[in-house]
Nanobody, 124 residues
Framework: QVQLVESGGGLVQAGGSLRLSCAAS????????MGWFRQAPGKEREFVAA????????YYRDSVKGRFTISRVNAKNTMYLQMNSLKAEDTAVYYC?????????????????WGQGTQVTVSS
């Protein structure tokens, strides 16, 4: 089992920044690819970014490329999502996820483990 806990969400004005964290416990964190997903009200959950167990490669959805940066520190069992130049359309609950396979995080909604989510609200 892997337990995932997100933090760092909140209310920010458009153009501002937030950094989300995902703390993992349980099985060996460095074995897992990690990802961020989000779900806005009335919409389906969507892929945001993913990172391999080693830190490279990383993948992003097109709408966040150049604004968001995913990273991880295996020694701290923690993954991050630095979000800059936030837009109102980034408003959603953000979830972190862990899976043994990076491709599965990037290409499907499936993951071995999910966090409970953290709310990000961007005011315009």
């Amino acid at each position: 089992q892997v337990q995932l806990v997100e933090s760092g969400g909140g209310l920010v004005q458009a153009g501002g920044s937030l950094r989300l964290s995902c703390a993992a416990s349980g099985r060996i964190f460095s074995n897992y690819a990690m990802g961020w997903f989000r779900q806005a009200p009335g919409k389906e959950r969507e892929f945001v970014a993913a990172i391999s167990w080693s830190g490279m490669p990383v993948y992003y959805r097109d709408s966040v490329k150049g604004r968001f940066t995913i990273s991880r520190v295996n020694a701290k069992n923690t993954m991050y999502l630095q979000m800059n130049s936030l837009k109102a359309e980034d408003t959603a609950v953000y979830y972190c996820a862990a899976d043994l396979y990076l491709d599965r995080l990037q290409n499907s909604q499936a993951a071995d483990y999910w966090g409970q989510g953290t709310q990000v609200t961007v005011s315009s």
